[in-house]
Antibody
Framework: EVQLVESGGGLVKPGGSLRLSCAAS????????MNWVRQAPGKGLEWVSS????????YYADSVKGRFTISRDNAKNSLYLQMNSLRAEDTAVYYC??????????????WGQGTLVTVSS | QSVLTQPPSVSEAPRQRVTISCSGS????????VNWYQQLPGKAPKLLIY???LLPSGVSDRFSGSKSGTSASLAISGLQSEDEADYYC???????????FGGGTKLTVL
């Protein structure tokens, strides 16, 4: 059974840093691209970042570029999101999501339960 | 302001059919597949439709997807109370080099 379990969320002051983790199990983690998607309270989904299976390709939303860093450790079946210079507008539930492909087209087929990040003084 | 445009809400009676639209542009829907996600209250999103009109294993065939040009639609037939949820469309955007989501549509089953 595919499982994605996020951790590392919490309360942080504006300008602070936080590192999120996503522990994967039930599939060969090293062969899948992975993503972070967030959802501010009462708002819609917003894609944050993607990383390919070997970390060769990394993409960020403009809203987090230069502040957030996505990474992975295939030996530990783990995905990470280092978040620096946090702002109030980064307050959200952060989901990790597995990236699958069908005939060259991609989709998020499994999602974790999410971890809440609150940026407030 | 989301890159993909969805109606904020739709409502319909049980056993009826409802459609949710998703409008984009040539750099996203016009050039890439559309995926749909269902988010039940208080839960994580779940893949509902991928590659425009394909159903993942385990998803009811009451759900269907379609795409034409730069727009896509999700249809739900035989509405049930358990279908009450938020629905999101998503696609890769070649210009932004990232995923874009619709703002979400809240479905109410009357």
């Amino acid at each position: 059974e595919v499982q994605l379990v996020e951790s590392g969320g919490g309360l942080v002051k504006p300008g602070g840093s936080l590192r999120l983790s996503c522990a994967a199990s039930g599939f060969t983690f090293s062969t899948y691209s992975m993503n972070w998607v967030r959802q501010a309270p009462g708002k819609g989904l917003e894609w944050v970042s993607s990383i390919s299976s070997s970390s060769s390709y990394i993409y960020y939303a403009d809203s987090v570029k230069g502040r957030f860093t996505i990474s992975r450790d295939n030996a530990k079946n783990s995905l990470y999101l280092q978040m620096n210079s946090l702002r109030a507008e980064d307050t959200a539930v952060y989901y990790c999501a597995r990236d699958s492909r069908w005939l060259g087209n991609r989709y998020f087929d499994y999602w974790g339960q999410g971890t809440l990040v609150t940026v407030s003084s | 302001q989301s890159v993909l445009t969805q109606p904020p809400s739709v409502s319909e009676a049980p056993r009826q059919r409802v459609t949710i639209s998703c409008s984009g542009s040539s750099s996203n829907i016009g050039d890439n597949a559309v995926n749909w996600y269902q988010q039940l209250p208080g839960k994580a999103p779940k893949l509902l439709i991928y590659y425009d009109d394909l159903l993942p294993s385990g998803v009811s065939d009451r759900f269907s997807g379609s795409k034409s040009g730069t727009s896509a639609s999700l249809a739900i037939s035989g509405l049930q109370s358990e279908d009450e949820a938020d629905y999101y469309c998503a696609a890769w955007d070649d210009s932004l080099n990232g995923w874009v989501f619709g703002g979400g549509t809240k479905l109410t089953v009357l």
